[in-house]
């Protein structure tokens, strides 16, 4: 919650006014004393989907608002809590409920993370935002700052940062487990492995009826009008640049967290990048991701690490083995590998699934000398940024580390716009240094009516 310097009379007394239907609301920050005990207030923007996984993640507090545009992939939610108001608009939930609720949770298609996240930022509620925390670098950039200056806990939605092997790896990475790391492969199956989507296609052009229940004009939100087609949604939006984030922000923010976090890749001025893609055609190329994508990340040193190479490729592509990794052990679909001077690290996606060093005779080894557990230990995902906003510590994928780890991922994005140019990105500047052209990308504008 935020501090009991910012409550004021009027807040209090209209908080202490405020009822939502069948039951009294009363929000946690006006109860004086913030107790671990006393329960928040949550509304929740985008509540199908992966909204309902972090509703059921946040079943301890109270859901008294839920926020769709669409009925029918919202209606377990709307069953489930029933007292809860409902809303379309999630602007008009705001306004109407802004006495009554403590925290937000947006889990809404990318292109609408930053105006629902921000709304909540600017009017002092506690924001949970799904992965990629929003869909421009711009974006990003404003919403880490506004939190900060708010002073509103955040957490982002990718869950296995608070895992126990996560923490596991930047403790053996840190203790010289593997001796230098100077390369990191990351990859993903997608777009075409695990939960696929369509890619590389030219926009449709037939104009089929919009779905009873489904409000066409808000779900797009801040994005450019275009006609409805079932090509865009459910899910299918990822595929898209005007509403997805492609393979590596769907699943970037999650391989791509250990890196990040074990490498200090936060802590860098400037970051090249070159990417290249299997697209074919400029109007498919303006249009939707590519089948399969290598983009390339070179980084300075970070104290005594030494510069570092990042690979990510996805589209079923995969790095090349180490010499000295066993013939049985295969790449998974979606992971990465540290190559270091004295061996290497391989894990899986979310939290680093299944660390190990590779080859296995190396891991027997240090597993009889593991250096003691550094980092502090998460109590769950949701628990953490649930204790945030009653007082508690920041939760540790809150967004000064989500942030710049969801700007490493769209200035993949970026660079797949500009493909086979290597880039020079200005970290505090937020300019790319030798390609005017490509830092139109970085802040692309709204359509009319919409504002951050």
């Given amino acids: 919650m935020k501090q009991q310097t910012q409550l004021t009379r009027r807040k209090f007394v209209g908080g202490m006014a405020t009822s939502v239907a069948a039951f009294s609301i009363v929000p946690s920050h006006v109860l004086g004393a913030n107790p671990p005990s006393s329960k928040l207030n949550i509304a929740v923007i985008g509540s199908g989907g992966r909204g309902r996984a972090n509703i059921n993640g946040c079943r301890s507090e109270n859901i008294v608002a839920l926020c769709d545009v669409d009925d029918i992939r919202a209606a377990r939610s709307f069953e489930e809590y029933p007292k809860a108001k409902r809303y379309k608009d999630f602007r008009i939930m705001m306004d109407d409920m802004d006495k009554s609720i403590d925290a937000v949770i947006v889990a809404t ?5 930053a105006v629902a996240a921000m709304r909540a930022i ?3 509620k506690h924001v949970y935002c799904e992965k990629p925390l929003a869909h421009s670098l711009g974006e990003v950039r404003r919403l880490t700052e506004a939190a900060r200056q ?7 939605g990718n869950q296995g940062h608070s895992s126990e092997q996560i923490r596991r790896v930047c403790e053996w990475i840190w203790d010289g487990a593997i001796g230098d790391i ?20 030219k926009r449709p052009t037939d104009r ?20 409805y087609h079932p090509a865009y949604l459910p899910f299918k939006w990822r595929g898209w640049l005007d509403f997805g984030s492609g393979a590596l922000g769907d699943m970037g923010c999650h391989i791509l967290d250990p890196t990040v976090w074990a490498m200090k890749l936060d802590q860098v001025d400037t970051i090249a990048i070159e990417a290249t893609t299997t697209h ?10 590519a089948v399969a994508s290598i983009v390339r990340f070179e980084f300075p040193a970070r104290g005594s690490m030494p510069p570092l190479k990042l690979t990510w490729s996805d589209g079923r592509l995969r790095p090349p083995r180490p010499d000295d990794m066993e013939l049985k052990r295969y790449y998974r679909s979606e992971g990465a590998i540290f190559m270091g001077e004295k061996g290497n690290i391989l894990h899986g996606s979310h939290g680093a699934s299944g660390a190990r060093i590779v080859p296995e005779t190396k891991m027997k080894a240090y597993e009889a000398n593991l250096p003691p557990k550094s980092l502090p230990r ?12 009653k007082g508690g510590k920041p939760a540790s994928a809150n967004w ?14 970026l660079a797949m716009r500009r493909q086979n140019r290597k880039l020079i990105w200005d970290v505090k500047t937020m300019r790319i240094t030798n390609d005017e052209e490509a830092n139109k990308y970085v802040d692309p504008a709204y359509r009319q009516g919409w504002t951050l």
Avoid at 280 to 289: C, Q, V
Avoid at 400 to 410: A, H, N, S, W
């Fill in 400 to 413: 000064d580390f989500g942030g710049p780890l969801t700007e490493l991922t769209l200035l993949g994005m």
């Fill in 182 to 201: 100077r390369e990191v492969h990351t990859w993903s199956s997608r777009p075409s492995g695990g939960a696929a989507f369509a890619v590389n296609m």
């Fill in 280 to 289: 074919f055609d400029e109007e498919i190329m303006n249009e939707t991701f």
């Fill in 150 to 156: 708010q002073g509103v806990q955040t957490q982002m």
């Fill in 378 to 389: 998460s109590q769950g995902h949701h628990k953490d940024w649930i204790l945030a906003c």
């Fill in 122 to 124: 600017k009017m002092g």
């Fill in 109 to 113: 298609p990318d292109h609408t993370h």
């Fill in 208 to 227: 089929p009826p919009v779905p009873e229940g489904l409000d066409w004009d808000l779900w797009l939100g801040p994005a450019q009008y275009r006609p």
